[in-house]
T-cell receptor, first 114, second 114 residues
Framework: DAKTTQPNSMESNEEEPVHLPCNHS???????IHWYRQLPSQGPEYVIH???SNVNNRMASLAIAEDRKSSTLILHRATLRDAAVYYC???????????????FGKGTKLSVKP | SAVISQKPSRDICQRGTSLTIQCQVD?????MFWYRQQPGQSLTLIAT?????????ESGFVIDKFPISRPNLTFSTLTVSNMSPEDSSIYLC???????????FGPGTRLLVL
């Protein structure tokens, strides 16, 4: 499985933007970049995903490097509720069967200070 | 999105006993997934359950220890058999839904084995 590397932890101030980096130098051409987050005492929740182009949704933005070997999850204005563990996961474009399984790494624990 | 409920939400069990965890989804899905999250760790996939066929187990997990049932397209159970303190974990049910096969997670079952 292609692996990702993320910082163990990051800190942010409330109301400020947060840039969460992810390295995935062994990404294949058929891998999507997915981000999930896990709030305290909850199951993980989907944040965003992309293949080559930058993506935006109501939760966050995803900036993907031109060579696709790294990406950055951007939270435009961090709130206290955004304190969570953020997982960057590579997922095969072939969603059928085990190739589409999500393999979780350790993720980045984001702390948000008021 | 998907609404997933799990029962029980938490339990304290004695070693050597077994616990069955239930997962209910708000609408039909083809595949259901069971994950384990040990204390302070990330999520690990235990098995994939398809309706009408045997579950597919990941390396390190066996059917005798974690039997799974999938009687219909909205329900699954995971049994943790002959428990030991090392089985103390959060067990999460998950499904895929939508054109991108986004994965959704239940709230988890927190198990403590004494």
């Amino acid at each position: 499985d292609a692996k990702t590397t993320q910082p163990n932890s990051m800190e942010s101030n409330e109301e400020e933007p947060v840039h969460l980096p992810c390295n995935h130098s062994t990404i294949s051409g058929t891998d999507y970049i997915h981000w999930y987050r896990q709030l305290p005492s909850q199951g993980p929740e989907y944040v965003i995903h992309g293949l080559t182009s930058n993506v935006n949704n109501r939760m966050a933005s995803l900036a993907i490097a031109e060579d696709r070997k790294s990406s950055t999850l951007i939270l435009h204005r961090a709130t206290l509720r955004d304190a969570a563990v953020y997982y960057c996961i590579l997922r095969s474009r072939d969603y059928g069967g085990s190739q589409g399984n999500l393999i979780f790494g350790k993720g980045t624990k984001l702390s948000v200070k008021p | 999105s998907a609404v997933i409920s799990q029962k029980p939400s938490r339990d304290i069990c004695q070693r050597g006993t077994s616990l069955t965890i239930q997962c209910q989804v708000d609408s039909q899905v083809t595949m259901m997934f069971w994950y384990r999250q040990q204390p302070g760790q990330s999520l690990t996939l235990i098995a994939t359950a398809n309706q009408g066929s045997e579950a597919t187990y990941e390396s390190g997990f066996v059917i005798d220890k974690f039997p799974i049932s999938r009687p219909n397209l909205t329900f699954s159970t995971l049994t943790v058999s002959n428990m030991s303190p090392e089985d103390s974990s959060i067990y999460l049910c998950s499904v895929r839904r939508g054109p991108s096969e986004t994965q959704y997670f239940g709230p988890g079952t927190r198990l403590l084995v004494l």
